[in-house]
């Protein structure tokens, strides 16, 4: 079965810090992988994809994840946080064929200290 | 409105009654899906439309959940005889085929 693991259940940093957080994933196929945001108050909101070519991926707000196919990982970085990062951040997958569902981890909450 | 609507945000109920939960996609988008979010928890996967066909409703946990999205458009996700493990977020997203799902603000249901 398909299964996404979050290990970091709540990280707090302060601006400017940098971030990482991890995702590992467990899938026998193929999949394209994702990071979502949820602002407070606010819907998930994709923050970037990754379906194929070069592994390192970026996406809005200076985020980026680096898709590891060895380590079944997909972590996502920031080099520098700002106030406005503080969010709740899942890790999620989809397989290739087959199902068109997302598999979500147990989500990241973020606190960044002004 | 350009994103997913959900109706209503917040929904209250007794436990034994019925419940549904609208959800409109964003136009032009064929696939439509609905998520369970437990507090504390990552949104899991209850079903998922293809136009007007339920494609895959393996998640429903039980045969008092409905769904149905009989124009290809709409959906309507129906909570027969509610009890108190259904309270939860209920989220609704859309997408083009099999590309990024967009989300709507989700419906949180709270049942006594």
């Known amino acids: 079965a398909q299964s996404v693991s979050q290990h970091n259940h709540h990280v707090i940093l302060s601006e400017a810090a940098s971030l990482e957080l991890g995702c590992n994933y467990s899938y026998g196929g193929t999949v394209n992988l994702f990071w979502y945001v949820q602002y407070p108050g606010q819907h998930l909101q994709l923050l970037l994809k990754?379906?194929?070519?070069?592994?390192l991926v970026k996406g809005i707000k200076g985020f980026e994840a680096e898709f590891i196919k060895s380590k079944f990982s997909f972590n996502l970085r920031k080099p520098s946080v700002q106030w406005s990062d503080t969010a709740e951040y899942f890790c999620a997958v989809n397989p290739k064929t087959g199902a068109n569902n997302l598999f979500f981890g147990t989500g990241t909450r973020l606190t960044v200290i002004p | 409105g350009a994103g997913v609507s959900q109706s209503p945000r917040y929904k209250v109920a007794k436990r034994g009654q019925d419940v549904a939960l609208r959800c409109d996609p964003i136009s032009g988008h064929v696939s439509l899906f609905w998520y369970q979010q437990a507090l504390g928890q990552g949104p899991e996967f209850l079903t998922y439309?293809?136009?007007?066909?339920?494609?895959?409703k393996s998640g429903l946990p039980s045969d008092r959940f409905f769904a149905e999205r009989p124009e290809g458009s709409v959906s309507t996700l129906k909570i027969q005889r509610t009890q108190q493990e259904d309270s939860a977020v209920y989220l609704c997203?859309?997408?083009?085929?099999?590309?990024?799902?967009?989300f709507g603000d989700g419906t949180r249901l709270s049942i006594l």
């Open positions: 997203a859309s997408s083009l085929a099999r590309g990024p799902q967009h």
């Open positions: 990754y379906f194929s070519g070069d592994p």
């Open positions: 439309f293809q136009n007007e066909a339920q494609l895959d």
